[in-house]
């Protein structure tokens, strides 16, 4: 009993709570990063952006890690992509279940840890002379266990979410796959959310099926659908974010508004909100958005034909299955714009 009173009576001081809860928020975050490090290749996959404190760097082609800017984050994030290099040949069926046995496999181990952590700071906390010692071991090793178990919680229901037919996450992980097969992006008949009436339909999906619903319409030429589509996405995005999917959405919105329904100012505040991500892409659909941006939100027509033939340059090694093609037939509709743009 003696261990339990002097573990109470510290937790009364909230300094040190308040630092414990930190560096254990911290741990606990570069815990889930080196996991996704460490089992991303061993399932076909591989960390593309990691954030330390909100300093970004993205994984460049050619292997090397390139500096993104500061997004403003606590703790340490991490996000992964296909290894398209290993996962040619795999289908849509496998390559899912390879997805959730990553993020289960990186979840399982984090929980291992985690009740380590627990157990030796109980140990420590009733074990210790030293009454600052014995709450600092307790209270470090609980909250360890308390953020890595609340970030498994959110693994497993998302991985349930996106392996399920009847909810959006499971809708977007099909059409995903329908691309990598090869099916042309024009035919993936795509609704809207509102259409589809699936229960509790949360944010982070909307983010993610928003980029596949919008090329839909722009391939199959449904463009006066794009505008309540776009709105609803915009009344999902949070002034101040800049998750991975968040950025994703701002850099088709600069394309929008830079295209579609030209808005110098709305274009150039998704632009800036997508900062050095689309800034410093290189890839071909990311010069694609510049050139539209150069041209018709500042009239530089040189600018413009600078980023359409650095992505035509790239063009045969951007992405894969119909993804592709859909970007050649993007690359066109800007030559064109150039061409008429010159002409007048």
């Given at each position: 009993m003696?261990?339990?009173r002097?573990?109470?009576?510290?937790?009364?001081?909230?300094?040190?709570?308040?630092f414990?809860?930190?560096l254990?928020?911290i741990?606990?975050?570069?815990?889930?990063?080196?996991?996704?490090?460490?089992?991303?290749?061993?399932?076909?996959f591989?960390v593309?952006e990691?954030?330390?404190?909100?300093?970004?760097?993205?994984k460049?082609?050619?292997?090397?890690?390139?500096?993104r800017g500061?997004?403003?984050?606590?703790?340490?994030?991490?996000?992964?992509?296909?290894?398209?290099?290993?996962?040619?040949?795999?289908?849509?069926?496998?390559l899912v279940?390879?997805?959730?046995?990553f993020?289960?496999?990186?979840?399982?181990?984090?929980?291992?840890?985690?009740?380590?952590?627990?157990?030796?700071?109980v140990?420590?906390?009733?074990?210790?002379?030293?009454?600052?010692?014995?709450?600092l071991?307790?209270?470090?090793?609980?909250?360890?266990?308390?953020f890595?178990?609340?970030?498994?919680?959110?693994?497993?229901?998302?991985?349930?979410?996106?392996?399920s037919k009847?909810?959006?996450?499971?809708?977007?992980q099909?059409?995903?796959?329908?691309?990598?097969?090869g099916?042309p992006?024009?035919?993936?008949?795509?609704?809207?959310?509102?259409?589809?009436n699936?229960?509790?339909?949360?944010?982070?999906e909307?983010?993610?099926?928003f980029?596949?619903?919008?090329?839909?319409l722009?391939?199959?030429?449904?463009?006066?659908?794009?505008?309540?589509?776009?709105?609803?996405?915009?009344?999902?995005?949070?002034?101040?974010?800049?998750?991975?999917?968040?950025?994703g959405?701002?850099?088709?919105?600069?394309?929008y508004?830079?295209y579609?329904?030209?808005?110098?100012s709305?274009?150039?505040?998704?632009?800036?909100?997508a900062?050095?991500?689309?800034?410093?892409?290189?890839?071909?659909?990311g010069?694609?958005?510049?050139g539209?941006?150069?041209l018709?939100?500042?009239?530089?027509a040189?600018?413009?034909?600078?980023?359409l033939?650095?992505?035509?340059?790239r063009?045969?090694?951007?992405?894969?299955?119909?993804?592709?093609?859909?970007?050649?037939?993007?690359?066109a509709?800007l030559?064109d714009?150039?061409?008429?743009?010159?002409?007048?």
């Amino acid at each position: 009993m003696y261990g339990i009173r002097n573990i109470s009576e510290l937790s009364h001081n909230l300094f040190l709570f308040l630092f414990i809860a930190v560096l254990s928020f911290i741990l606990a975050s570069l815990l889930n990063t080196l996991m996704y490090f460490i089992f991303a290749p061993v399932f076909g996959f591989k960390v593309a952006e990691f954030r330390a404190f909100g300093l970004t760097y993205e994984k460049q082609r050619n292997g090397k890690w390139e500096y993104r800017g500061n997004k403003h984050n606590i703790g340490f994030t991490a996000s992964y992509i296909i290894d398209t290099d290993k996962c040619k040949s795999v289908d849509n069926d496998k390559l899912v279940f390879k997805e959730a046995a990553f993020m289960l496999t990186a979840a399982l181990v984090q929980i291992l840890i985690a009740v380590i952590c627990l157990f030796a700071g109980v140990f420590g906390g009733f074990n210790i002379e030293s009454v600052f010692l014995a709450s600092l071991a307790f209270w470090f090793g609980t909250s360890i266990f308390v953020f890595v178990m609340v970030r498994a919680v959110i693994t497993f229901y998302v991985v349930i979410k996106v392996n399920s037919k009847n909810t959006l996450s499971g809708y977007t992980q099909a059409a995903a796959g329908k691309i990598r097969a090869g099916v042309p992006i024009e035919k993936l008949d795509l609704k809207p959310v509102s259409e589809m009436n699936f229960k509790k339909v949360i944010d982070s999906e909307r983010l993610i099926y928003f980029p596949f619903y919008f090329a839909y319409l722009d391939a199959s030429g449904k463009f006066d659908l794009m505008a309540p589509a776009v709105e609803e996405i915009e009344r999902v995005l949070k002034p101040y974010s800049n998750s991975r999917p968040e950025l994703g959405v701002m850099i088709i919105l600069v394309y929008y508004y830079s295209y579609h329904c030209v808005s110098p100012s709305k274009a150039k505040d998704y632009y800036n909100r997508a900062g050095d991500t689309l800034a410093k892409d290189k890839d071909s659909n990311g010069m694609r958005v510049k050139g539209f941006y150069e041209l018709n939100c500042f009239g530089n027509a040189g600018k413009a034909t600078e980023c359409l033939n650095n992505a035509l340059a790239r063009i045969d090694t951007f992405s894969i299955g119909s993804e592709r093609e859909y970007e050649r037939v993007l690359l066109a509709r800007l030559s064109d714009a150039i061409n008429r743009f010159q002409s007048r």
